[in-house]
């Protein structure tokens, strides 16, 4: 499985990144928003250290604007992925895009047939949100479930990010479904390191060495 930071704080991705933990980024306006820095400047500079995708989100809702936007985020790093909202005018934009061979994330997805739309039109990644479901009195991992499903019925090559992670469980749990990819706040990624028995093993260990350390 791999692992993909969400957010767009540069240092936080820095950190992880040191640690082998980020295979690629996802950002969304609402991301960008929360760190107050120009977005063209802050992809640019993700880019320029992470080698995996990073997926920068159109804010267009016609798909003539969305193909338009689409073109001009693709010049700014070597691996963008376009995230595409899950609308009948974003499939006419992952349709066109995939055909020009630019990579698409289909986002806001709450329903396994919104999933297999976005793959019929030829999406790279699909973004299932888990933990806005599960907000709702809904369980966001029987989507993923149902999305791996359905996706492995058809052989669809559609790959499954889950999204909208809130804890360490939502990771696992995607794992154990099969998500292609899970990507998850920094918060989060340095919660899956802990397990309090390494916690207490470790600091025995190291009280037991100071007997010997000279
Ligand atoms: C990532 O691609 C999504 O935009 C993100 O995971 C949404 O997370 P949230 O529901 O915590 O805002």
Not at 5 to 24: P, S
Not at 161 to 176: K, W, Y
Request: hydrophobic share 45%; net charge neutral.
């Amino acid at each position: 499985m791999e692992f993909f930071i969400d957010t767009a704080n540069v240092d936080e991705i820095k950190k992880l990144n040191d640690m082998g933990l980020v295979d690629g980024v996802t950002t969304n306006p609402s991301l960008i928003k929360k760190i107050g820095r120009d977005h063209c400047e802050t992809i640019k500079e993700i880019s320029s250290f992470i080698n995996g995708p990073i997926s920068v989100e159109v804010i267009a809702i016609d798909s003539n604007s969305m193909i338009n936007e689409a073109e001009k985020y693709v010049k700014w790093g070597k691996n963008i992925v376009i995230k595409i909202p899950m609308t009948p005018e974003g499939m006419k934009a992952v349709k066109i895009l995939t055909k020009k061979n630019i990579k698409t994330n289909v986002t806001l997805v709450f329903s396994a047939m919104q999933a297999l739309i976005a793959a019929k039109a030829g999406a790279t990644y699909v973004s299932p949100f888990v933990g806005r479901l599960d907000d709702i009195g809904h369980s966001g991992m029987e989507l993923v479930a149902q999305i791996r499903e359905v996706y492995d019925n058809y052989e669809f090559e559609t790959k499954i990010l889950a999204a909208s992670l809130r804890h360490p469980a939502h990771v696992l749990e995607s794992a154990m479904i099969g998500a292609d990819v899970a990507t998850i706040p920094p918060s989060t990624m340095l919660k899956l390191f802990k397990h309090s028995l390494t916690d207490s093993g470790l600091a025995k260990f190291l009280e037991d060495a100071k007997s010997w350390q000279k």
